[in-house]
């Protein structure tokens, strides 16, 4: 019966599949793995190939006009991208440049990736990893990043207001002058992160690991700080106007040195 059942599902597959995939007439897990990424990559006008991975990306054959139901991704009725590919192994992959908007790419290996000036905007992004990922001017604005792993990664400059970051661990993450206001850092692992002159006006830090990270300059304004760990801290310069601290207080005044205490009137 189960043999059955795989070959009309064959025969349903074969049935659908443009005849530039290049399918093999097993369908075994790797060929529609192998599909699936190579879809990924042909709806981003992937060019440049990871170097394990050469077969699995070819440059774009679709008709730019196919339709989702032809291309076999998943359609997203709020997406003009309708990008599906989670999990998949884009370690060390070209997405620089590319417009990847509401893009699924949760539990995706995306390590040492260059996504360079990449839009990203409400892209889902959960559990990924991008260690060392290159994101530098990056837009993700709204993405959810919760419990991505970016340790060491280069997000210089890049926009993530609104985004959720719950939970990630960006230790060693270079994340200067990057945008995150009204973002959502809680738990987050920031352990010597590079965050100097960072906007994080109203960001969500609770209980969020600072260790030896570098503030300096940064905007913390209506921060919310509470529970978060800031030993070895370097807050030179940051402002701290209406920031939730670690012990629950609400600091109001200007801020120039390296304490992480409010101050407090005689």
């Known amino acids: 019966m189960n043999s059955q059942i795989l070959t009309t599902v064959a025969v349903i597959l074969a049935a659908t599949i443009p005849v530039g995939l290049r399918f093999s007439t097993t369908f075994s897990e790797s060929n529609l793995e192998s599909n699936r990424l190579q879809q990924f990559a042909e709806k981003s006008g992937l060019n440049s190939l990871p170097a394990d991975q050469p077969d699995r990306f070819i440059h774009n054959q679709f008709d730019p006009d196919q339709s989702d139901a032809d291309t076999g991704l998943e359609a997203d009725p709020a997406s003009h991208s309708n990008r599906q590919c989670r999990k998949c192994n884009l370690a060390g992959a070209d997405l620089s440049d590319r417009d990847l908007s509401r893009s699924d790419l949760r539990e995706a290996n995306l390590t040492r990736a260059n996504l360079q000036k990449t839009k990203l905007l409400n892209a889902k992004l959960t559990g990924a990893q991008l260690s060392q990922a290159q994101l530098q001017n990056a837009q993700l604005r709204g993405a959810d990043l919760k419990a991505v792993t970016l340790q060491q990664a280069n997000l210089t400059n890049a926009e993530l207001m609104h985004a959720n970051l719950k939970d990630a661990n960006l230790e060693g993450a ?93």
């Open 174 to 266: 270079n994340l200067s002058n990057v945008e995150l206001r009204d973002a959502n850092l809680s738990f987050s692992q920031l352990v010597n992160a590079e965050l100097q002159q960072a906007s994080l006006y109203g960001t969500l830090l609770r209980s969020a690991n600072l260790t030896n990270a570098n503030l300096a300059g940064a905007d913390l304004r209506y921060a919310d700080l509470s529970r978060a760990t800031l030993t070895g801290a370097n807050l030179t310069g940051a402002r701290l106007d209406f920031a939730i601290m670690p012990d629950g207080t609400v600091y109001s005044g200007g801020w120039g040195g390296l304490h992480i205490e409010p101050k407090t009137t005689p």
